[in-house]
């Protein structure tokens, strides 16, 4: 079995683990807290990114598509909802450096330009255009013969899934709401992919044979079985994420509703303990008067 290690990716990976670390010194030593379950998050996610762009999956992507497809899986729909996670606020603002938290916090247009593309409806169909553009012939067989292209065909798919995922999660809260409406929003994100997989599997001609050829792969894999696997796995992945974004987005709104419940009878009680308003005292003790 083949192994690739890129150097560059670790140094990154190794930068990205160690402003983390940083982050949690700062916000300790405010006693800001960061629970174990959004610590745990980020780990996995870069763990993700780490199995995704070293190792065997790297060696292999450009002789079996179905390495390739795991790798785009790894990175994008798997690694971007857990880092995410895991910089949910206080730790989304302490994460980078004051300096370089200055420098973007005096980029308006950028701050606008950001805005805009992480709103619901032009962060999914931009999603579903950019898997679908990354997938067309030329652009896919392009990336597995040229390292810039194949480059820059990953940070395309991990920055549209973290967008894809931003309003979702919304790191930039506390605390994440459960709106009903997150569901149907992340099915029709998978349901778009899901149909992508479903040509893999079920297209009767060899796809991107121009980089894979027609011959027996790798493992004894035939082409039809090769592609046949990555859609298996873009289709099983799609309804793993729909089924835990039901359960995962229901547990949040039901919890949601009994929060909204608890402090409406709080108030109730407040309101009765505190008494009738003033002006309405002064109108019964004119009343009383009369």
């Known amino acids: 079995m083949q192994f690739a290690f890129d150097p560059v990716v670790l140094v990154l990976t190794a930068l990205a683990c160690w402003l983390y670390v940083r982050a949690l010194g700062i916000l300790r030593r405010r006693n800001l807290h960061v629970g174990r379950g959004q610590q745990a998050c980020w780990w996995i996610g870069i763990a993700l990114l780490t199995v995704g762009l070293n190792g065997p999956l790297d060696a292999y992507d450009g002789e079996l598509m179905s390495a390739h497809m795991a790798q785009h899986l790894l990175l994008g729909d798997l690694a971007a909802p857990f880092l995410l996670a ?3 606020a206080p730790m989304l ?7 370089a938290l200055v420098l973007l916090a005096r980029r308006r247009l950028l701050r606008r330009i950001f805005r805009f593309l992480r709103q619901p409806l032009v962060a999914l169909p931009l999603y579903v255009l950019t ?9 896919f067989e392009g990336a597995i013969s040229n390292p810039f292209l194949h480059a820059l065909q990953h940070e395309f798919f991990l920055a549209a899934n973290l967008l894809l995922w931003w309003p979702v999660l919304e790191p930039a809260r506390r605390r994440m709401p459960g709106q009903l409406w997150k569901i149907g929003y992340i099915f ?8 992508l997989g479903m040509i893999f599997v079920f297209t009767r001609g060899v796809l991107y044979a121009g980089a894979y050829g027609t011959g027996e792969r790798p493992g004894g894999f035939s082409p039809r079985a090769d592609q046949g696997t990555a859609g298996g796995m873009m289709m099983t992945l799609d ?3 729909m089924v835990a974004a039901l359960a ?4 949040h709104a039901s919890q949601q509703e009994d929060r909204d419940q608890a402090r409406a009878s709080a108030d109730a009680v407040r309101a009765r303990e505190d008494g009738p308003p003033a002006d309405a005292s002064a109108s019964l003790a004119r009343t009383q008067g009369a």
């Open 86 to 88: 895991g910089l949910r």
């Open 93 to 99: 603002f302490f994460y980078l450096p004051r300096p």
């Open 131 to 139: 898997i679908y553009a990354w997938h067309e012939s030329t652009l």
């Open 188 to 195: 029709a994100a998978r349901m778009s992919t899901m149909f």
């Open 239 to 241: 309804i793993v994420i």
């Open 248 to 251: 995962w987005f229901f547990y």
